[in-house]
């Protein structure tokens, strides 16, 4: 696991699916008011630097653990417990960045691009490009998990599920 405890754990799941709910509802009514670039644009800077902030925080969790953790089990659990917190805050903002700017592109992109005669064809065309894509990376993810728990531990499979 990121370093929650059992019972934090289930809140992560939980939170994130919650979050990508109300983000797409958000950003249903954010594009009436600030059009789809700017919601494209901001959106991706951000993701830009929570994914560096996120390479950061792994870099920081994999080098405490294996220095302080032999001294001091007590207190790099717990610093291992806020870390993960605010690794987890780190992805929610991710999610909800997500799910404004680059999430509808693949619904909303072919009605502005392709002219009126083709966009039924280009609609149908992205939506089936979008679910063959995510078939394949969720029958990907159930195969490794498989492999991953004959290898592994209870909780390395829960951290495995909550970076899915």
């Known amino acids: 696991m990121i370093g929650l405890l059992e019972d934090k754990f289930y809140w992560g799941i939980l939170s994130t699916g919650m979050v990508n709910l109300i983000s797409t509802m958000i950003a249903l009514k954010l594009i009436e008011f600030y059009g789809r670039r700017p919601l494209i644009l901001y959106p991706l800077i951000i ?19 294996f220095i ?14 806020r870390l993960a917190i605010v690794v987890l805050l780190l992805i929610l903002i991710f999610i909800a960045m997500f799910a404004i700017g680059l999430g509808p592109i693949p619904y909303v992109y072919p009605n502005e691009v392709f002219p009126i005669d083709a966009r039924p064809a280009a609609v ?6 979008c679910w063959v894509c995510n078939t394949c990376k969720y029958v990907f993810l159930i195969l490794q998990a498989i492999n991953f728990q004959r290898k592994t531990s209870e909780k390395d ?6 970076f899915e």
Do not use: D, P
């Not at 993701?47 to 653990?65: K, P, R, S, V, W």
């Open 124 to 129: 149908s065309i992205s939506m089936f490009a």
């Open 157 to 162: 499979i829960k951290f495995f599920l909550l």
């Open 47 to 65: 993701i830009t630097f929570i994914m560096i902030l996120l390479c950061i925080f792994i870099e920081i969790n994999a080098g405490q653990y």
């Open 68 to 81: 302080i953790a032999y001294l001091y089990h007590i207190t790099i659990f717990i610093l291992l417990e």
